[in-house]
């Protein structure tokens, strides 16, 4: 077995995520200063949802997570892996321009169902409008996962992980085009989002076809595999969705109120950056190498994948969790107050990110524990673990409205992600030392945090020595880089002291390719 370089994949994802998160962060700072929260931003907020909810079923969700197994176990066996990617390329496209079709004939229901706080008032039918031009982008996204899961099987991982950079660079060009224009900035960032799903889709369908997997859309066949495939993925698109179906949870819960859902929306943006960056980039290079792990019966390797897995995650959102906690408002002020978007505004968007900082973790942690049940095409038991988490994130994001108000969907989803996890953990217990972490890792774990809440208190200190700063123009930005590199050393001083990494490992491992 030729093995995935787990740290080198981990930095090629987590370097384009990176880039896209960067970028995400200029689309979301020229979407809040030149649209700015309200019942327009709420509008696209909603309609965007819906095409990204499903496209957690279809693509990333169910579909990869039946997918990239059964397909990396073929490519490993040499076991015609080019005709199970034709036939499960046919069967999603099929399935999907279904679906597409019927969203654009029932979107009202769609948004009904979603956003019901919308009926009656003016925002309804905007989303109605929005949601008919942007939710072809599921069919693009839909077909652009199945061939990156082919790239991230095969261990070519950075085509895969650069697509996503390409819608943010269309929205801020576009944006920037209509401003500068005198364009309604919203109508025309609605039209380039599936003009950028298409641009996605061709990126990577040719950087597939470089990598030996030439396909040819065609009539679905209904093969023996095909329904495996589809019995393993129905499960998993609940399961690997939960962060969408609560966010949609959320939304409804805060659609009654005036601005909500643009400051939900904003704010979890923000902390999707270390999401992204490094829970994603686990998830997508972990399922593979342990899916052939698993195959070739290299239990130790197993147990080794996950725990530095588990280790790199840990390292980089732990602090940027107590980030979030510590200084919420600085962050918030500097990227996105200006234009349309006020102090008020700055106020509510930190509030719900420090309470999103509080399940920052557990989201990532999801990722690393999803693929132990994946890689052994069990897509039931984290269904059943979604299933509680749906519950809970849907008692509390209701039940707390009338003691919270617009805010407690974020405590909701904070509060799933974590029961998520414990459910996740619950579930290992039967598959032996490959679904364990190791003593370096709980150790690790410790060490990391310990070292993370010393940074935080120290941000807390010097934020509110140099709370004036912030509020000087220009100053401001220099006084928040000054902030963050301050972290940042205090994170890392802290860490050595403490034994929470170690220089030379990471060097070794770069060495290694590991």
């Known amino acids: 077995m030729k093995p995935i370089k787990l740290l080198s994949g981990f930095m090629t994802v987590g370097f384009w995520t990176l880039a896209s998160r960067i970028l995400g962060f200029a689309r979301e700072i020229l979407i809040a200063a030149l649209i700015g929260p309200g019942p327009v931003l709420d509008a696209f907020v909603a309609a965007f949802r819906l095409p990204n909810l499903f496209r957690r079923f279809f693509a990333e969700g169910a579909f990869n997570a039946a997918f990239v197994p059964m397909f990396s176990k073929r490519l490993e066996g040499d076991d015609n892996p080019q005709g199970f990617a034709q036939d499960a390329l046919n069967l999603l496209a099929t399935a999907v321009l279904g679906l597409t079709a019927l969203g654009m004939i029932f979107m009202p229901a769609l948004v009904w169902a979603t956003a019901g706080g919308f009926v009656g008032d003016a925002r309804f039918d905007v989303t109605v409008d929005f949601g008919r031009v942007m939710f072809p982008y599921i069919l693009c996204m839909s077909l652009a ?89 129905l499960p998993a698109g609940l ?18 109120y005036e601005n909500a859902v643009s400051w939900l929306f904003i704010a979890d943006r923000l902390y999707q950056l270390p999401l992204g960056v490094v829970g994603i980039a686990v998830g997508i290079v972990l399922l593979p190498d342990l899916s052939r792990r698993l ?37 918030v002020s500097v990227m996105y107050e200006r234009g349309a978007t006020g102090p008020e505004d700055t106020a509510a968007i930190a509030l719900a990110v420090a309470i999103y900082g509080a399940g920052l ?27 509680v988490a749906m519950v809970v994130n849907a008692s509390l994001a209701i039940g707390l409205l009338p003691v919270f108000g617009w805010i407690s969907p974020a405590i909701a989803a904070s509060a799933a992600g974590w029961v998520m996890v414990g459910c996740l953990w619950w579930g290992t217990r039967s598959m032996g030392p490959a679904a364990q972490f190791d003593a370096r890792f709980h150790t690790r774990a410790l060490r990391i945090s310990a070292a993370s809440l010393v940074m935080g208190a120290a941000l807390l200190v010097v934020w509110q020595l140099a709370a004036p700063a912030f509020g000087l123009p220009y100053w401001r930005y220099l006084a928040l880089l000054a902030l963050i590199l301050f972290g940042a050393a205090v994170y890392f001083a802290a860490g050595r002291l403490l034994g929470a990494f170690r220089l030379a490992e990471f060097k070794s491992a770069l060495r290694r390719g590991a």
């Open 145 to 233: 996962a199945l061939f990156s899961g082919i790239l991230n099987a095969t261990g070519r991982f950075a085509a895969a992980a650069a697509a996503p950079v390409l819608l943010n660079i269309f929205a801020c060009l576009t944006m920037g085009l209509a401003a500068i224009l005198g364009g309604e900035v919203v109508q025309w960032l609605v039209w380039v989002i599936p003009v950028a799903g298409v641009a996605q889709l061709a990126l990577v369908w040719v950087a597939a076809a470089k990598a030996g997997i030439r396909l040819r859309l065609g009539l679905p066949r209904w093969t023996p595999e095909m329904r495996h495939m589809l019995a393993v993925a």
């Open 239 to 256: 399961a690997m969705g939960v962060t969408q179906v609560n966010l949609v949870v959320g939304q409804l819960a805060a659609s009654g």
């Open 295 to 331: 195959r070739a019966g290299d239990d130790s390797g197993a147990q080794a994948a996950l725990s530095r897995a588990g280790e790199f995650s840990l390292l980089l959102t732990v602090p940027s969790a107590i980030a979030f906690l510590a200084i919420p408002v600085p962050l």
């Open 361 to 387: 973790p557990a989201f990532v942690l999801q990722k690393v524990l999803q693929p132990l049940y994946f890689a052994r095409e069990d897509t039931r038991s984290p269904f059943r673990f979604a299933l």
